[in-house]
């Protein structure tokens, strides 16, 4: 007869705690405190897929772009922590969602104590069975309040992860292309070495036989020794840039890397659609995972509230008990225990007041640190369009003096071989093109550094 009365205490239990109510405040996702559109990007929208909707595979259509960015992404120790973050976060949304369900567990115990009769005894007691401890029914929804804390909690941890492999795609992306720029800025200094020790032999074989003046050996002997410099500072830079590369991917270059390509290849990497509306930044994950963080935050704020109110927990027992150990298992040792616990807070010397304004300050720090994300994306997304507005002319008028200052220097060279012209002219039309042959490929770098840019700002990258 107790068993058939205790089972149905438990149902109407779970049944009270399954509906419990929410004091969280009902969520509403902020404004975003930028503009409607994208500043230096007034052409029509393309009927394009935006950038979040296209896989990296596709937009980098390198065949060496595309296995360092594999490589990477099975290797990089920054995604295995955001990865390991993941799997922390579930876990503990597990735990909080655990808090929901009673813990049964086998209890076992055994009492002895003075019994209160004449003959001045011991009573022993001894029991074993199934038992619920202190479990709580949620009526107010301080537990559902954690449990949804932590699931946002968790949601914000897989956004994260995401922002981490667009920004470890972005950074393999641009180390490489820095790479090639290398080894272009590699050639033509090594070129321009070999033209300036050639004018340094005939300027001293003409210094020899008094052709020449002293000042004008020295000046081409400083030349070259400046292009020697030049060598020395481009091999260094280069050896950084693949060591940048090696701790990006998490292992040494292969061996069989395909040769790398000229930065202004246009088959190197995909243009993207123009016109993209700003409310594409909340397809950003970093600015999703800010989202989460609100929400955990808000769910924080109900959990907090609902402290104020009644806390009931019901502790159980089904099992049996005897007097002796040798009859615990007897027929007829069957007991079972009910008790239920009413905690109401009357004073906690401003405990849960305290913990509720840390909750709402909490909130409000969560919705500038939101509004701060969109405006980060925003100013990044601009910056991307104003280099993509501004870097194909400068490309194209960079290339355009390089090639003036090609035709000055052939000129200069032919006129001072006849005689024509100062050696002053040649020293001088050699600098200006060697300056201009390292501007045009670092605007080409710039150029494909800031599509790749553009592509992780308006969040092309975490697809699979």
Not at 142 to 165: C, G, N, P, V, Y
Not at 198 to 209: C, G, I, N, Q, R
Not at 414 to 438: K, T
């Amino acid at each position: 007869m107790t068993e058939h009365r205790f089972a149905p205490a438990a149902l109407a239990a779970a049944l009270l705690a399954s509906g419990c109510m929410s004091l969280a405040p009902r969520y509403d996702r902020p404004a975003a405190p930028v503009a409607s559109a994208f500043p230096m990007d007034t052409s029509p929208a393309a009927s394009q897929p935006a950038a979040s909707e296209i896989e990296w595979q596709a937009f980098f259509r390198d065949e060496r772009l595309q296995r360092l960015i594999g490589i990477a992404l099975s290797h990089n120790r920054d995604l295995r922590i955001a990865a390991a973050n993941i799997e922390q976060a579930r876990a503990q949304y597990g735990v909080r969602r655990a808090d929901a369900w009673p813990g049964v567990g086998v209890a076992a115990g055994a009492s002895r104590q003075p019994s209160a009769g004449p003959d001045d005894g011991i009573t022993s007691v001894y029991t074993a069975g199934l038992a619920v401890t202190a479990w709580e029914l949620d009526f107010f929804g301080r537990i559902r309040s954690l449990s949804d804390a932590a699931l946002a909690q968790a949601l914000a941890t897989e956004e994260a992860r995401k922002a981490t492999q667009m920004s470890v795609i972005a950074a393999v992306a641009a180390t490489d292309l820095a790479l090639r720029a290398d080894d272009e800025l590699l050639a033509v200094t090594r070129e321009t070495l070999a033209t300036r020790e050639e004018s340094m032999t005939l300027t001293k074989l003409k210094f020899d036989h008094g052709a020449a003046s002293e000042i004008d050996f020295r000046q081409a002997q400083s030349l070259v020794e400046s292009a020697r410099v030049a060598l020395a500072q481009q091999t260094r830079q280069r050896a950084l840039d693949e060591n940048a590369l090696v701790l990006l991917l998490g292992q040494p270059l292969p061996s069989d890397l395909p040769v790398a390509g000229s930065t202004a290849d246009p088959l190197l990497i995909a243009d993207l659609p123009a016109g993209m509306p700003s409310e594409v930044l909340t397809r950003r994950p970093d600015v999703r995972a800010a989202e989460q963080q609100l929400i955990a935050a808000n769910a924080n704020i109900g959990a907090a509230r609902a402290a104020f109110f009644p806390r009931i927990t019901l502790t159980g027992s089904v099992g049996s008990a005897s007097s002796e150990l040798s009859g615990l298992f007897k027929s007829g040792s069957l007991a079972w225990s009910f008790a239920p616990q009413l905690l109401l807070p009357i004073f906690d010397a401003g405990r849960n007041q305290g913990n509720l304004d840390a909750a709402r300050a909490g909130r409000e720090i969560a919705v500038a640190q939101y509004e701060r994300a969109i405006q980060t994306a925003f100013r990044e997304v601009a910056d991307a369009l104003a280099g993509r507005a501004t870097l194909g002319e400068q490309v194209r008028a960079q290339r355009a003096q390089m090639e003036a200052e090609s035709v000055r220097h052939r000129l200069a060279d032919l006129r001072y071989r006849n005689g024509a012209a100062s050696y002053l002219d040649v020293l001088d039309a050699q600098r200006a093109l060697f300056a201009s042959q390292q501007a045009l490929v670092q605007a080409q770098l710039q150029q494909a550094q800031n599509l790749v840019t553009l592509y992780k700002v308006l969040g092309g990258g975490w697809r699979p």
